[in-house]
């Protein structure tokens, strides 16, 4: 299949300036529970960036609501492990950029597809908390991929990481350890959110 057909079939790979990757992304109003979050003054979600800026062009809309409506089509896994594989040579993926895991079949897709590209390491940022708790109380902790790092995101700024079995943390205050306000907003040489090494990473509030 063509690239410019899996392109209009999934609605396409995103680009944010900051990684040094191609990510994946939805819409933000479709967060579970990020959509709640919003609601909620000085929490991580609270003033997002996915709800604001250029994700606010009519053109990124429409090509965050063409991938949220390609979740639905049983061929998404082959798409996308097709897409992917044949776009990204870095090494390196980012899931969700904007929005975030939509039910438990969307997260076993997206392990699969983890499973399918072992020679790429897959970062899964998510504040679906109750979600990941259900999938490693059926499935284990050995069930998430090794080249798969599922971080869960704190829900408030300032508050404790989140602890799941199998699962990484992230965090937000107003002095995080992640470099990129310091390096012009971007990764750069740094792979931590990637690396299961790294158990906990701090963001700056943006």
């Given amino acids: 299949m063509k690239l410019s057909e899996l392109h209009r079939l999934t609605g396409g790979l995103s680009k944010p300036s900051k990684m040094p990757c191609h990510g994946y992304s939805i819409p933000a109003s479709a967060c579970k529970t990020g959509s709640k979050l919003r609601a909620i003054p000085n929490s991580t979600c609270s003033s997002c960036y996915a709800c604001k800026g250029r994700y606010m062009f009519p053109n990124v809309q429409d090509a965050l609501h063409r991938r949220l409506d390609s979740l639905q089509d049983s061929n998404w896994i082959d798409w996308m492990v097709s897409l992917i594989g044949r776009k990204e040579k870095s090494g390196y993926f980012r899931w969700h950029d904007s929005g975030d895991l939509q039910s438990m079949d969307h997260l ?13 390491k897959f970062w899964l940022p998510t504040r679906e908390t109750k979600l990941m708790r259900q999938f490693i109380r059926l499935n284990g902790s050995d069930a998430i991929p090794r080249n798969l790092t599922v971080r869960v995101s704190a829900t408030m700024v300032g508050g404790d990481a989140i602890a799941i079995d199998g699962c990484h943390q992230s965090r937000v205050d107003a002095q995080g350890t992640c470099p990129a306000p310091k390096q012009n907003n971007q990764c750069q040489d ?3 959110c990637w690396d299961k090494a790294v158990n906990c990473v701090t963001y700056s509030l943006h």
Avoid: K, V
């Fill in 108 to 120: 076993q897709d997206i392990i699969e597809i983890a499973n399918r590209l072992p020679h790429i």
């Fill in 190 to 192: 740094c792979r931590a």
